[in-house]
């Protein structure tokens, strides 16, 4: 069956880095656009980075941009959120998801993505 498994959450400090990780299995992950989203206590999920079919493609949220990077290996089926000069305000679970929309346009449209991961939670202490 489908599975995204992320891992790589942990507590840092703020301006420390880290790097997230999304393992894909029970599908072809080169048929998928994938995208990381992470959601803060309390709040809605929202739009983190995405990266098209072949990775030729990034999308980013704004208040990420320039610090964070998405990265895949369709040959071996992860997915990749590097994370850099990390603050307080990015501290949320981080989740990944692949969905088969390929319109650059909506990649950070929650509801258009099939498949989502349980998710790992990053603490960033000031």
């Known amino acids: 069956q489908v599975q995204l498994v992320e891992s790589g959450g942990g507590l840092v400090q703020a301006g420390d880095s880290l790097i997230l990780s999304c393992a894909a299995s029970?599908?072809?992950?080169?048929?998928?656009?994938m995208g990381w989203f992470r959601q803060p206590p309390g709040k809605e999920r929202e739009f983190v980075a995405a990266?098209?079919?072949?990775?030729?493609?990034?999308s980013y949220a704004e208040s990420v941009k320039g610090r964070f990077t998405i990265s895949r290996d369709n040959a071996k089926n992860w997915v990749y959120l590097y994370m850099n000069s990390l603050k307080p305000e990015d501290a949320a679970t981080y989740y990944c998801?692949?969905?088969?929309?390929?319109?650059?346009?909506?990649?950070?449209?929650?509801?258009?993505?099939?498949?989502w991961g349980q998710g790992t939670q990053v603490t960033v202490s000031s």
């Open positions: 029970g599908f072809i992950l080169s048929r998928y656009t």
């Open positions: 990266i098209s079919r072949g990775g030729d493609s990034t």
């Open positions: 998801g692949a969905t088969t929309n390929g319109d650059p346009q909506t990649r950070a449209v929650a509801h258009l993505y099939n498949y």
